[in-house]
């Protein structure tokens, strides 16, 4: 099989109906925290999600996947540090890299805007994800017990990171 090329932009206001599709249809409570999206759907950027804050991923010409980065918090304290705040890569083309090169095109935005460090969490059950993250450096650097209700079940919340001095 012939895998396709990935490439890799920061998302841009006309991608906003592509990457709702793709959250509603990648929605899943193996990585999701809020319930299920129904109708009428919020819009996917807003104040606080900016086109700016993704990168996505285009795979033959169609939006594939994206992952936000952006400041952990609005402190001082941790301007050198970014944070992944959502990765979703549309099912037809998972376990191809799309993935990975979103990890890898978000460190290098990091570095080049100045960040020390990488950071992300994720649910302790989703180990598909744990697997890849480690795969790209990331380590397990806290867990939060129970800190989770989804579904009826308390889950695990696993704080993960990177130094991006490597």
Known sequence: MIVPQTQIRIADAGDEDALGALDRAAWSPLHAVLPAPTEPY?????????????????????????????????????????????????????????????????????RAEGARRITLRVIGHNTPARALYASEGFAVEGVLPGELLIDGEYVDDVLMGRSLLD
Do not use: C, K, M, N
């Not at 999600?49 to 941790?78: F, K």
């Open 42 to 110: 919020e819009p996917f950027f807003d104040e606080r999600h900016r086109p700016e804050d993704y990168l996505v991923a285009v795979v033959d010409g169609a939006v594939a996947g994206y992952l936000r980065i952006a400041l952990p918090t609005p402190l001082a304290a941790t301007a050198h540090v970014r944070q992944i705040q959502g990765l979703v890569v549309d099912e037809s083309v998972r376990g191809r890299g799309v993935a990975r090169a979103l990890l890898r095109a978000a460190a290098e935005r990091a």
